[in-house]
Structure formats: structure tokens, C-alpha cells
T-cell receptor, first 113, second 117 residues
Framework: GNSVTQMEGPVTLSEEAFLTINCTYT??????LFWYVQYPGEGLQLLLK?????DKGSNKGFEATYRKETTSFHLEKGSVQVSDSAVYFC????????????FGKGTTLSVSS | NAGVMQNPRHLVRRRGQEARLRCSPM?????VYWYRQLPEEGLKFMVY????????ESGMPKERFSAEFPKEGPSILRIQQVVRGDSAAYFC???????????????FGDGTRLSIL
């Protein structure tokens, strides 16, 4: 069945460091891929998405490219800020409306000044 | 411009009681999803509903759990005779209908944190 695997955390970085959080997936068909961010005590917020191969999603300095050949959707940011400290979830969804999301276990990012 | 509204934010129940969690989707959204997040885990899908219909309940435990999305009012996730293992954060998400049937991003509420004493 479909699944998502993301790197284990926590990831601890200094402000302005480069961030990569790895995400790989297993799926049949042509899924959509998402990154969600969860701040303490809050729900998940959609960070970015990509719906087909080679699409690049981007938002707030974060980027991820849908790589079908490596079945990956790694999250990157060139210069992290303290305010980026949160839990990041990679998720996979079907191409049809009403498809449940399959989430990775989440990666905790902690950025210090 | 309210987002997905869940209440209560925190709910404490004793073993054997009933827990009732509410979710109002974003305006204009007709799809509602419930997920459960256990400590140190990602979210796991439970059930997907449209108005007055359960579309997919493949992630819902067979006993004690039920969900509804009535014609009027919020979606309700009901857990009867709660046990300690039901302690978790329960998130509701909603999405609009894609005009072409395509998948639309899901927007999440802030969750209900259920604690069982």
C-alpha cells in the first residue's frame, strides 16, 4: 500500500543554516505530495504542495520538488529562522477528491539563535 | 474568514464515559476528514464524510467509534466507553470539492486533545 517515510528528528540547527528534511514515498498511480507544518499546540498548516512529477512547491522560503524517479519530495530552506521551529510532516494524497492523506511520522526542527 | 473550527480544544473523560468531538468545516467546504495523532506519531486517517454520508471509514475502529456530518450543524466524532488508549489529539480537516473531481488540499483545525483518566 501507499506509505511515506521521512527522516527522523530532531533536527537542530543554528539560525541561517541550510535545512533539508528528507521524504520518500511509495504509491501507485499519480499521487499529490504535501508538506504540512505544526506549531506547538496547533493544528497542521499546509506549507506547500506538488501535484505532478517535476513540480516544485514553494512557500515562505521553503521548497520541495516532486521527483518521480527517486520517489522523493525533500523539503529545503536556504536560511532557517528561529520562528521555523516546528514539526514538519510529509504527506501523500490521491489524485481524486476525497482521498485521505497518508502522513510520515513528522520531523521536529529546532532552530537556535 | 474562519478556518476549520474544532471544540472543545481539551477534553478530559474518565474511563467508560463518552467523548463527543465537534468540527465545523471551512465555509464552502463539503468534505470532512477526521485524523488521530498519537504521541510521537504522525496523523492516521479515521473517516471521511460528506453531508449526511460516510464515504470512507476504513481507518475507524470497528467498535465504540462513530462519526456523522448532519445536514445542519457540525461533524461529530463520538467515542463511547472511552479507554486509556483513546488518549490522543483528534484533528478534523476539510476541503472543497474540486470542480473536476481532483484532490484539493485539506485544511486542518487546531485539534481536540482528549485525555482519559
Amino acid at each position: 500500500g501507499n506509505s511515506v517515510t521521512q527522516m527522523e528528528g530532531p533536527v537542530t540547527l543554528s539560525e541561517e543554516a541550510f535545512l533539508t528534511i528528507n521524504c520518500t514515498y511509495t504509491a501507485t498511480g499519480y499521487p499529490s505530495l504535501f508538506w504540512y507544518v505544526q506549531y506547538p499546540g496547533e493544528g497542521l498548516q499546509l506549507l506547500l504542495k506538488a501535484t505532478k512529477a517535476d513540480d516544485k512547491g514553494s512557500n515562505k522560503g521553503f521548497e520541495a520538488t516532486y521527483r518521480k524517479e527517486t520517489t522523493s519530495f525533500h523539503l529545503e530552506k536556504g536560511s532557517v529562522q528561529v520562528s521555523d521551529s516546528a514539526v514538519y510532516f510529509c504527506a501523500l494524497g490521491g489524485s481524486q477528491a476525497g482521498t485521505a492523506l497518508i502522513f510520515g511520522k513528522g520531523t521536529t526542527l529546532s532552530v537556535s539563535s | 474568514n474562519a478556518g476549520v473550527m474544532q471544540n472543545p480544544r481539551h477534553l478530559v473523560r474518565r474511563r467508560g464515559q463518552e467523548a463527543r468531538l465537534r468540527c465545523s468545516p471551512m465555509k464552502g467546504h463539503s468534505h470532512v476528514y477526521w485524523y488521530r495523532q498519537l504521541p510521537e506519531e504522525g496523523l492516521k486517517f479515521m473517516v471521511y464524510l460528506q453531508k449526511e454520508n460516510i464515504i470512507d471509514e476504513s481507518g475507524m475502529p470497528k467498535e465504540r467509534f462513530s462519526a456523522e456530518f448532519p445536514k445542519e450543524g457540525p461533524s461529530i466524532l463520538r467515542i463511547q466507553q472511552v479507554v486509556r488508549g483513546d488518549s490522543a489529539a483528534y484533528f478534523c480537516a476539510s476541503s472543497p470539492s474540486g470542480g473536476d473531481g481532483s484532490n484539493q488540499p485539506q485544511h486542518f483545525g487546531d485539534g481536540t486533545r482528549l485525555s482519559i483518566l
